[in-house]
């Protein structure tokens, strides 16, 4: 198996553009999270889904951050419009077993975000 | 407030050296306890779950211990290696309603093995 595919690796734009973030989870796995990580606030969870459905969104900074998870093997993270505040590297996880138990997570090799 | 202390912020040790990262808590109710290793550049690795139940997980040379009565945990490295070199992050779940905001993370211990 691939892991967790995210792409693309890195992203540079200019504020006020929309942004969009795509997330591959491991065959099989049927729960996705997607997280945030910056040097001031470290690792944060925003969003995760359990068979396709968003279970807690709580985690999402702003209604400029939207997430969708239309199949089993795609999902996409969207920011419109972006700020120069958005950079960061944000990860997409997946693992087996529904909500945040002691199922193991793979991460994804990240997206590296800036905005101009 | 749930919070997830980690210490020491950054450590420096000779390779074949063992160490020990600490992670305290405020989280409650504690579902269960996470350790991740990450790379440089690399998304995080896991390396042990624990539940309140468990008070040692063992992954290789990587040894995790629990105290759910003093919310504390360690992580101890055995005959440390280069590769060892990396963050590692501890992450606590609140209860076991499994929603995002349960979530807290530590902001890390950042190792660097030398020879």
């Known amino acids: 198996d691939a892991g967790v595919i995210q792409s693309p690796r890195h992203e540079v734009t200019e504020m006020g553009q929309e942004v969009t973030l795509r997330c591959k989870p491991i065959s099989g796995h049927n729960s996705l999270f997607w997280y945030r990580q910056t040097m001031m606030r470290g690792l944060e969870l925003l969003i995760y889904f359990n068979n396709n459905v968003p279970i807690d969104d709580s985690g999402m900074p702003e209604d400029r951050f939207s997430a969708k998870m239309p199949n089993a093997s795609f999902s996409t993270l969207k920011i419109q419009p972006s700020e120069p505040r958005d950079s960061a590297v944000y990860f997409c996880?997946?693992?087996w077993g529904p909500g945040l138990g002691r199922n193991e997570q793979f991460f994804g090799p990240g997206t590296r975000l800036t905005v101009l | 407030k749930n919070q997830v202390e980690q210490s020491p912020q950054s450590l420096i040790i000779l390779e074949g050296k063992n160490c020990t990262l600490q992670c305290n808590y405020t989280v409650s109710p504690f579902s269960n306890l996470r350790w991740y290793k990450q790379d440089t550049g690399r998304g995080p690795v896991s390396l042990t779950i624990m539940t309140f139940s468990e008070n040692t997980k063992s992954n290789g040379r990587y040894t995790a211990t629990l105290d759910a009565d003093t919310k504390q945990s360690s992580l101890h490295i055995t005959a440390s290696q280069l590769s060892d070199s990396a963050s590692y992050i501890c992450?606590?779940?609140?209860?076991?309603?499994?929603?995002?905001?349960?979530?807290?993370f530590g902001t890390g211990t950042r190792l660097q093995v030398t020879l």
């Open positions: 996880a997946s693992s």
């Open positions: 992450v606590v779940t609140l209860g076991n309603t499994g929603t995002a905001s349960k979530l807290t």
